[in-house]
C-alpha cells in the first residue's frame, strides 16, 4: 500500500430517512481517512472547511489527521440527502472555497474526488502526479436556484487520458459516456485512456475493465443502516489496494464498502483483519466476464 493524497470537501450532511433525520460528517476524504485508519494505509487530505463547521466535529476531523483551519468567508459544503425517494434526492444549499491546482502540485498519487464542483477541469487538465483516481460524481451534478442537484453531463477526452483510475456509478456513468449499457460505458472509457474503469451498481455488485479484462465484483451481503459513503469507500480501498493487484483491490474495495454502510456516517467499527476476511469471501466470488 502506497500513501495517496484525497482531493474534496468534507460535508455536513443532513441525511433524511422514512423514520428519523440526523446531521453527520460526511464527504470523500471523511471516509477515505476513517478507511485509512482502519486499514493502516497513509493517506494526505486536501480539502476546504466552512467558518461555521461546528467545533463538536473538530475532534473527529483531528482524529483523522484532517486540518481544521476554515476558510474564510465561506461557509461548508452541505448536503440534505433524501432517502424517502429512490432515487436519493439531494440538495446542496452551501458550497465552500474551490480547490487549486497548487494545492496538489506536490501529490504524487492522487485521488480526486469532487462532490460539489470544487475540483475544475483546468485543475485535472494541469496536474501530472504519477497516479491519478477520479470520482467524477461533483462534475455530474448542477445546482438549480432552490438548491436541488440535477444531473449535468461532462466529457473531456484530455482529462480521461490522463487517468489511471476513475469510478462512477450505475446511475451516473450515462452522463460520461452517453450510453445506458455499463459494459459498452466502461469501454468507452477505457478506449479514450482510462487505465481502470469501474462502475458500482449498488446491491448487483460492480464492473471493472482494465484493458480487455472485465470483472464483475460481487457485494458482501450486510444489513444496511446508512449507504452514504459507500462509494467513497470503494475507491479509497480500490486505490490504496491497486499495487497489490487489480482482483485483490477489487475485493478489498467491496469489503471496505460493506463495512461503511453498517453504520452511520464516518465510523467503522470493524477490525482491519475483519475487513480482510470480508474480501477474501469476495475475492472467491469475482468473476471474469472476458
Same mark, same amino acid.
Not at 443532513?14 to 423514520?19: F, G, H, R, S
Not at 485535472?124 to 432552490?146: T, V
Not at 490522463?162 to 459494459?183: P, Q, R, V
Not at 491497486?242 to 477490525?271: N, P, Q
Given at each position: 500500500?502506497?500513501?495517496?493524497?484525497?482531493?474534496?470537501?468534507?460535508?455536513?450532511?443532513?441525511?433524511?430517512?422514512?423514520?428519523?433525520?440526523?446531521?453527520?460528517?460526511?464527504?470523500?476524504?471523511?471516509?477515505?481517512?476513517?478507511?485509512?485508519?482502519?486499514?493502516?494505509?497513509?493517506?494526505?487530505?486536501?480539502?476546504?472547511?466552512?467558518?461555521?463547521?461546528?467545533?463538536?466535529?473538530?475532534?473527529?476531523?483531528?482524529?483523522?489527521?484532517?486540518?481544521?483551519?476554515?476558510?474564510?468567508?465561506?461557509?461548508?459544503?452541505?448536503?440534505?440527502?433524501?432517502?424517502?425517494?429512490?432515487?436519493?434526492?439531494?440538495?446542496?444549499?452551501?458550497?465552500?472555497?474551490?480547490?487549486?491546482?497548487?494545492?496538489?502540485?506536490?501529490?504524487?498519487?492522487?485521488?480526486?474526488?469532487?462532490?460539489?464542483?470544487?475540483?475544475?477541469?483546468?485543475?485535472?487538465?494541469?496536474?501530472?502526479?504519477?497516479?491519478? +483516481? $477520479?470520482?467524477?460524481?461533483?462534475?455530474?451534478?448542477?445546482?438549480? /436556484?432552490? *438548491?436541488? @442537484?440535477?444531473? &449535468?453531463?461532462?466529457?473531456?477526452?484530455?482529462?480521461?487520458?490522463?487517468?489511471?483510475?476513475?469510478?462512477?456509478?450505475?446511475?451516473?456513468?450515462?452522463?460520461?459516456?452517453?450510453?445506458?449499457?455499463?459494459?459498452?460505458?466502461?469501454?468507452?472509457?477505457?478506449?479514450?485512456?482510462?487505465?481502470?474503469?469501474?462502475?458500482?451498481?449498488?446491491?448487483?455488485?460492480?464492473?471493472?475493465?482494465?484493458?480487455?479484462?472485465?470483472?464483475?465484483?460481487?457485494?458482501?451481503?450486510?444489513?444496511?443502516?446508512?449507504?452514504?459513503?459507500?462509494?467513497?469507500?470503494?475507491?479509497?480501498?480500490?486505490?490504496?489496494?491497486?499495487?497489490? +493487484? $487489480?482482483?485483490?483491490?477489487?475485493?478489498?474495495?467491496?469489503?471496505? /464498502?460493506? *463495512?461503511? @454502510?453498517?453504520? &452511520?456516517?464516518?465510523?467503522?467499527?470493524?477490525?482491519?483483519?475483519?475487513?480482510?476476511?470480508?474480501?477474501?469471501?469476495?475475492?472467491?466470488?469475482?468473476?471474469?466476464?472476458?
Amino acid at each position: 500500500m502506497k500513501r495517496f493524497t484525497v482531493a474534496g470537501h468534507i460535508t455536513i450532511d443532513e441525511v433524511i430517512t422514512n423514520t428519523e433525520s440526523y446531521h453527520q460528517l460526511g464527504g470523500p476524504p471523511c471516509f477515505a481517512a476513517s478507511l485509512g485508519k482502519t486499514l493502516g494505509f497513509d493517506v494526505e487530505i486536501i480539502t476546504r472547511i466552512g467558518e461555521d463547521l461546528p467545533d463538536k466535529y473538530e475532534p473527529a476531523l483531528e482524529m483523522l489527521g484532517i486540518s481544521t483551519r476554515r476558510s474564510a468567508g465561506y461557509q461548508n459544503t452541505r448536503f440534505v440527502l433524501d432517502y424517502r425517494y429512490n432515487p436519493r434526492r439531494m440538495r446542496l444549499p452551501t458550497i465552500c472555497e474551490p480547490i487549486h491546482p497548487k494545492d496538489v502540485a506536490n501529490s504524487e498519487r492522487l485521488l480526486l474526488c469532487p462532490i460539489s464542483g470544487e475540483i475544475k477541469d483546468q485543475l485535472m487538465e494541469e496536474i501530472d502526479p504519477s497516479f491519478i +483516481g $477520479l470520482d467524477p460524481q461533483g462534475l455530474l451534478r448542477n445546482i438549480d /436556484s432552490d *438548491s436541488n @442537484v440535477i444531473p &449535468k453531463k461532462w466529457w473531456n477526452p484530455k482529462v480521461l487520458s490522463k487517468l489511471d483510475l476513475l469510478k462512477t456509478s450505475s446511475s451516473e456513468h450515462h452522463l460520461i459516456t452517453g450510453t445506458t449499457d455499463i459494459k459498452k460505458s466502461l469501454r468507452k472509457l477505457t478506449d479514450h485512456g482510462v487505465d481502470t474503469a469501474v462502475i458500482t451498481d449498488g446491491s448487483n455488485g460492480s464492473y471493472v475493465m482494465t484493458g480487455a479484462k472485465l470483472l464483475h465484483i460481487p457485494i458482501y451481503p450486510v444489513n444496511l443502516v446508512d449507504s452514504t459513503g459507500a462509494g467513497d469507500a470503494f475507491i479509497a480501498g480500490l486505490a490504496a489496494y491497486l499495487d497489490e +493487484g $487489480l482482483s485483490w483491490a477489487c475485493a478489498v474495495a467491496s469489503a471496505s /464498502s460493506s *463495512s461503511i @454502510v453498517e453504520t &452511520k456516517g464516518i465510523e467503522i467499527k470493524h477490525k482491519r483483519s475483519e475487513i480482510l476476511e470480508r474480501a477474501e469471501w469476495v475475492q472467491d466470488k469475482i468473476m471474469n466476464l472476458d
